[in-house]
């Protein structure tokens, strides 16, 4: 019998697919460099296949599990989708400009107290000035959701969301290089701005620079809150990723075991191969992997640590590690799906819980894809890191990604909003 995480449902990625026995669910081709990166973005966007059903519409769960479902496989490809999925929901939101095929947008909102970036109004319209750290996709995406400070008459300072087209001659990218190779073909760096064009979204830019509304506090709407949640969809598609080696070599060990030859050719009751059961029941979300140069069994390199698993059984220590790892992706899988449910059954947020939700969503999952990272650590010894260059790559670019967790200083702001909350204990 497979081992699973799931029963049917949103989430039930299976965690016991073999490298090489599913070649829609391969890893892809390096990622590293952002140019190919680039490339694999775009074909997602202009194959319509990062086009999930938007927040709060209904089948939130569905628009998440194609995030999850990129992740498993490649997770700065994953972070690249996500920004772009959340830019189109935003500009929805706020009535902005509808991206295009040919588009691959972003969404940079971190500030830093040291430079912060200013948007001012000018005869030709507004202009941002400053920098902006942190921007992924800084040269691969074309287009960028940038909050900027403004000045208003009835409020002083205020925040603004203005579009900007990334070849603008006031757009330049920081120099110097990266410390770390996670995620590097995310291409995350800082940003600088001097005179960039942007045009404003999501309130009436007036035009003595003053807008009488700065803003419509975008962070403040449910969407905005909705595509946080949804980042965690991409640590829970990581953390698959990640656990998907234990439970592969514990099946392998298993049929070892039991006389069998491996996966190759298995079949369920039914008589389907565990790729048609996958195609009959879900279909493909992420599309062929080859699109992106997969290079199908062994991946980069051509090369699995799991063919040095034969003979090797793994020991009751890591068996309660992978009961573990199990456990934690229920929990990751169960929380996403309530979350979903929720958003959907209250799009206008009229209860007042996006917020919080959020926040409870993104600490849960970031606790049990951390976990999972230890964990498998911890009953895999250091051979898949040494021996898979693809898979140490999912493991530090997922652990890189769960520092967009901003960790305590959520758990802060959960705090006080659960203090706030006129019931806020679950019993």
Same mark, same amino acid.
């Given at each position: 019998m497979a081992t699973s995480v799931t029963t049917a449902g949103p989430f039930d990625i299976p965690l016991d697919v073999p490298p090489g026995a599913d070649p829609d669910r391969a890893l892809p081709a390096d990622l590293s460099d952002p140019t190919r990166t680039g490339a694999a973005l775009g074909v997602l966007v202009e194959s319509g296949r990062l086009d999930p059903p938007l927040s709060a519409a209904g089948s939130t769960a569905a628009r998440w599990r194609v995030l999850a479902d990129l992740a498993v496989n490649d997770v700065t490809l994953a972070r690249l989708a996500a920004g772009h999925?959340?830019?189109v929901a935003i500009l929805n939101d706020l009535d902005g400009p509808v991206p295009r095929r040919d588009q691959r947008w972003g969404v940079w909102d971190i500030d830093t107290?040291?430079?912060p970036l200013a948007a001012r109004w000018g005869p030709d319209g507004w202009t941002l000035h400053g920098a902006r750290p942190a921007c992924s996709g800084a040269r691969v995406l %074309?287009?960028?959701l940038v909050a900027a400070e403004i000045t208003t008459a009835e409020a002083g300072e205020a925040r603004q969301l203005f579009a900007v087209r990334l070849d603008d001659r006031g757009i330049a990218v920081a120099a110097g290089g990266r410390a770390s190779r996670a995620m590097a073909g995310a291409d995350t760096a800082t940003v600088l701005f001097d005179g960039a064009r942007a045009v404003a979204v999501g309130g009436p830019a007036e035009t003595s620079g003053r807008s009488a509304t700065a803003a419509t506090a975008y962070s403040d709407r449910p969407v905005f809150w909705h595509a946080a949640a949804g980042v965690a969809a991409c640590w829970f598609g990581g953390a698959i990723g990640v656990a998907r080696p234990l439970f592969a070599a514990g099946r392998l060990d298993r049929t070892d075991h039991e006389g069998r030859s491996g996966y190759e050719g298995r079949s369920d009751h039914e008589g389907r191969s565990d790729h048609e059961d996958w195609t009959v029941h879900h279909g493909s979300v992420s599309g062929s992997a080859n699109r992106y140069g997969a290079t199908g069994r062994g991946g980069p390199g051509g090369h699995h640590w799991f063919a040095d698993r034969r003979g090797r059984p793994l020991d009751a220590r890591a068996l309660v590690h992978l009961g573990r790892v199990d456990a934690l992706l229920m929990a990751g899988r169960c929380v996403l799906e309530t979350a979903a449910r929720e958003i959907d059954a209250d799009p206008g947020d %009229?209860?007042?819980s996006a917020r919080r939700r959020a926040?409870?969503?993104?600490?849960?999952?970031e606790t049990c894809a951390t976990e999972v990272i230890d964990l498998v650590g911890r009953a895999l010894g250091p051979g898949p890191l040494c021996s898979d260059r693809g898979y140490a790559r999912r493991v530090a670019d997922l652990g890189f990604h769960l520092r967009h967790s901003h960790v305590e200083h959520d758990l802060e702001t959960l705090a006080n909003a659960v203090l706030d909350?006129?019931?806020?204990f679950w019993w």
């Open positions: 999925a959340g830019a107290p040291v430079s %074309t287009h960028a %009229t209860g007042g926040l409870q969503v993104r600490a849960a999952v909350d006129l019931d806020p």
